[in-house]
C-alpha cells in the first residue's frame, strides 16, 4: 500500500462545476497537509495548507482534513477552465520538508 | 521578483554518465528542496539543506548528492545514470524550511537518459 494514495483520474467536469478530489494516506504521524496546483511544463504551486482535523476556506478553494479517517479533501467551486491542472496533495510528518506527495488527479474543466 | 530558476531546462544523458543540475532559490531564502517527479506520478523528496547543512534525505541511493553555497544557490548530482533516473527534477525553497514554510518550486529540469 502506497503511502499517499489519490483519485487517478483524470477528471472533466463542465464550466461551473463543484468538484471534490481526495486522498487517503496510512502514516497517522501526517499532521500537517498541502494541495498543490501543477499545469503542464510547470512545477506545483501551493493552494491550501492545512494543520490537524478541520476545515480551511480560501475563495473557491475549501480544504477539509479528517485524521480519524486519514481523509482529506479538496474543494472547488464555480470551477473555471484556467482551473485545468494537475492537483497534488502533500502531507508532513512535521520533519523539516520531507513533504510526501500523492500521484495527482489530473482534472479538465470544460467551457 | 524572480522566482525559483532552475538550469538547464532539458538535458539528455546517456546510461553511466554523471549529471549535475543547478538551482537558484528566492532572494532571501535560505532553504532548498529537491524532488524527483517521474511522469504521471507526484515528486518524490530527495535532498532538503538549509544554511549548507543537510537536513533531510530521501530513499534514494548513494549515487545522487546535493549541496548548498554560500548564496544559498543548489547543486543535485546524480552520478552511473539509469535508464531509471530519466524525470523532472524539481527544486523548491523556502525561508527557513520547517514544515510550516510555504514552498516555492522552480520549472524544474527534464533529465532524459537513453
Known amino acids: 500500500q502506497k503511502e499517499v494514495e489519490q483519485d487517478p483520474g483524470p477528471l472533466s467536469v463542465p464550466e461551473g462545476a463543484i468538484v471534490s478530489l481526495n486522498c487517503t494516506y496510512s502514516?497517522?504521524?501526517?499532521?500537517?497537509f498541502m494541495w498543490y496546483r501543477q499545469y503542464s511544463r510547470k512545477g506545483p504551486e501551493l493552494l491550501m495548507y492545512?494543520?490537524?482535523?478541520g476545515n480551511k476556506e480560501d475563495g473557491r478553494f475549501t480544504a477539509q482534513v479528517d485524521k480519524s479517517s486519514k481523509y482529506i479533501s479538496l474543494f472547488i467551486r464555480d470551477s473555471q477552465p484556467s482551473d485545468s491542472a494537475t492537483y497534488l496533495c502533500a502531507m508532513s510528518a512535521g520533519y523539516g520538508q520531507n513533504f510526501v506527495f500523492g500521484p495527482g488527479t489530473r482534472l479538465s474543466v470544460l467551457p | 521578483d524572480a522566482g525559483v530558476t532552475q538550469s538547464p531546462t532539458h538535458l539528455i544523458k546517456t546510461r553511466g554518465q554523471q549529471v549535475t543540475l543547478r538551482c537558484s532559490p528566492i532572494s532571501g531564502h535560505k532553504s532548498v528542496s529537491w524532488y524527483q517527479q517521474v511522469l504521471g506520478q507526484g515528486p518524490q523528496f530527495i535532498f532538503q539543506y538549509y544554511e549548507k547543512e543537510e537536513r533531510g534525505r530521501g530513499n534514494f541511493p548513494d549515487r545522487f548528492s546535493a549541496r548548498q553555497f554560500p548564496n544559498y544557490s543548489s547543486e543535485l548530482n546524480v552520478n552511473a545514470l539509469l535508464l531509471g533516473d530519466s524525470a523532472l527534477y524539481l527544486c523548491?525553497?523556502?525561508?527557513?524550511?520547517?514544515?510550516?514554510?510555504?514552498?516555492?518550486f522552480g520549472p524544474g529540469t527534464r533529465l532524459t537518459v537513453l
Open positions: 502514516n497517522s504521524a501526517f499532521q500537517y
Open positions: 492545512t494543520y490537524s482535523s
Open positions: 523548491a525553497s523556502s525561508l527557513v524550511g520547517s514544515s510550516t514554510d510555504t514552498q516555492y
